[in-house]
């Protein structure tokens, strides 16, 4: 079973510059997580999907970032314009549905890095 | 509020001693506790979980984990390390009181095991 796949693996950018993140959960999986990880930190939530809809976006800073998830299978994010405190790792995660046991399946990562 | 605390940045071991790493957690209803491992430009991997029942976890390579409700702790463990072993390892608590779902993970802790 392929597991969540994410593309870039990195990233380097200007500040100012618009750059998107692109993850694939693993199939079936109907839940999907975007985290941010910071250097030395463990990861924080930025946004949960459940399918279609963002069920909790209150960790997401809304003034340059934004995410969505057409058709409720791969999933967006995005950041306009990034500013230098962007930089970290940013995960997607994915469980079969959002249930507070299920064990979350997390990806590669892109590491972002503003310059 | 939930949170994770894992009291030691890094722990050295020596190849075929016992390993703990440790965690202690802090939530107001029914604890859901994960250990993940993070290897060099990884994302994290699952190990194990507690949802309920028998207090020691087994999980992925040899791990497990003792959850001590009194003390408020879920310590990683494994009788003898190996040194492939080494990488950052995660702690993170769930919990739904108050409606409050998320995963939230600890700072990590870097276990180093020596030759």
């Known amino acids: 079973e392929a597991g969540v796949v994410q593309s870039p693996r990195y990233k380097i950018i200007e500040k100012k510059q618009p750059v998107a993140f692109w993850c694939n959960p693993i199939s079936g999986h109907n839940t999907l997580y975007w985290y941010r990880q910071n250097l030395g930190q463990g990861p924080e939530l930025l946004i949960r999907?459940?399918?279609?809809?963002?069920?909790?976006d209150s960790q997401l800073p809304k003034d340059r970032f934004s995410a969505e998830r057409l058709k409720g299978v791969d999933s967006t994010l995005k950041i306009q314009p990034a500013e230098l405190g962007d930089s970290a790792v940013y995960l997607c995660?994915?469980?079969?549905?959002?249930?507070?046991?299920?064990?979350?399946?997390f990806g590669p990562g892109t590491r972002l890095t503003v310059l | 509020a939930q949170s994770v605390a894992q009291p030691e940045d890094q722990v050295n071991v020596a190849e075929g001693n016992p390993l703990t790493v440790k965690c202690t957690y802090s939530?107001?209803?029914?604890?859901?506790l994960f250990w993940y491992v993070q290897y060099p430009n990884r994302g994290l991997q699952f190990l194990l979980k507690?949802?309920?029942?028998?207090?020691l976890v087994k999980g992925s390579y040899g791990f497990e984990a003792e959850f001590n409700k009194s003390q408020t702790s879920f310590h990683l463990k494994k009788p003898s390390a190996l040194v492939s072993d080494s990488a950052l390892y995660f702690c993170?608590?769930?919990?739904?009181?108050?409606?409050?779902?998320?995963?939230?993970f600890g700072a990590g802790t870097r276990l180093a095991v020596h030759p």
């Open positions: 995660a994915s469980t079969v549905g959002g249930g507070v046991t299920d064990t979350q399946y």
């Open positions: 999907y459940e399918n279609e809809e963002a069920v909790d």
């Open positions: 993170a608590v769930r919990s739904i009181s108050g409606g409050y779902n998320k995963l939230i």
């Open positions: 507690y949802i309920t029942g028998d207090n």
């Open positions: 939530v107001s209803g029914n604890p859901y």
